[in-house]
């Protein structure tokens, strides 16, 4: 069973460069979203998504970009890499389906480094 | 706008009980939840409890919530060294997704 599979585990960019943060699910979940965690600030909610061709800001969004186009992918693109986005990021999934408590079921997380 | 806090750090001697308090905002969430984070893994659901309940009981949790002060407790009965970790709070939106976490709470467990 994958359930929510990111890549990469880790990452070390430079200031400026731009990347995408994998991420899949394979438990047909309508929603899917973006989190990243410091130290003391807990999760902080970047984007979501309740399904294919549907995105909305979280917490955090600045400096991120979604898309998703299948059921499947979320990817999370940081266009320009600044310091302050040094984080561990978490990909989670839920469903909405009658018998669902809501559960979001988590990737392992990505590590990211901007120097 | 949702906010949940809660305090960062916990530490109890092996076999005694630990309390993790956790307060939030929105008294119209649906469901509250604790998660647990082991280090270097992501987050997995503890236990989860109903707005319409006010207590669950699963084997040593014990999940307690008083709606009127918007307050969530949970409390492990004698907590053993593999209980260390970080423990979330966290609520859903009534009606949507999307789910708002604690900062956590990082259990030191002492043997």
């Known amino acids: 069973n994958a359930g929510v599979t990111q890549t990469p585990k880790f990452q070390v960019l430079k200031t400026g460069q731009s990347m995408t943060l994998q991420c899949a699910q394979d438990?047909?979940?309508?929603?899917m979203s973006w989190y990243r965690q410091d130290p003391g600030m807990g999760l902080r909610l970047i984007h979501y998504?309740?399904?294919?061709?549907?995105?909305d800001q979280g917490e955090v969004p600045n400096g991120y970009n979604v898309s998703r186009s299948t059921t499947e992918d979320f990817p999370l693109r940081l266009l320009s890499a600044a310091p302050s986005q040094t984080s561990v990021y978490f990909c989670?999934?839920?469903?909405?389906?009658?018998?669902?408590?809501?559960?979001?079921?988590f990737g392992e997380g990505s590590r990211l480094t901007v120097l | 706008g949702e906010d949940v806090e809660q305090s960062l750090f916990l530490s109890v001697r092996e076999g005694d009980s630990s309390v993790i308090n956790c307060t939030y905002t929105?008294?119209?969430?649906?469901?509250l939840y604790w998660y647990k984070q082991e280090p270097g893994a992501g987050l997995q659901l503890l236990t989860y409890i109903f707005s319409n309940m006010d207590m669950k009981q699963d084997q040593r949790l014990t999940v307690l919530l008083n709606k009127k002060d918007k307050h969530l407790s949970l409390r492990i009965a004698d907590t053993q060294t593999g209980d260390s970790a970080i423990y979330f709070c966290?609520?859903?939106?009534?009606?949507?997704?999307?789910?708002?976490f604690g900062a956590g709470t990082r259990l030191f467990v002492k043997a």
């Open positions: 438990m047909n979940h309508e929603y």
């Open positions: 998504s309740v399904g294919a061709g549907i995105t």
């Open positions: 929105d008294s119209s969430s649906t469901y």
């Open positions: 989670a999934s839920s469903s909405e389906r009658a018998r669902d408590t809501g559960e979001l079921f």
């Open positions: 966290a609520e859903r939106e009534t009606g949507g997704f999307k789910t708002i």
